[in-house]
C-alpha cells in the first residue's frame, strides 16, 4: 500500500511538470501535447470565472471631464 502511495505522488509530480514546463524540454510531439493540455486546462479554469464587465475608467473620465469643460464654457 505505501509503494502504491509513493508511486502514485510521484506519477502525480511528473504529471504536473509535463504539464507546467513539458513543452520547453520535450522533443516536438510531446511538447504539443504538453502545450495543448496546458491550454485546455487553462480555458476550463477560466471557463469558471466570471466575464469581468469593466468600464473604461479613461472613457468615463473623459466623459466627465467634457462635460465639465462645456458648463464652464457654457458660462462665460
Known sequence: MRSLKSLLTVGFILGLIFIWIGD???P???STVSRN???KI???LLGFTPDPKI????RQFEEKA???EAQLRGYK
Open 24 to 26: 520547453s524540454f520535450l
Open 28 to 30: 516536438k510531439p510531446l
Open 37 to 39: 493540455t496546458r491550454t
Open 42 to 44: 487553462n480555458n476550463v
Open 55 to 58: 468600464k473604461n475608467p479613461n
Open 66 to 68: 467634457e462635460d465639465t
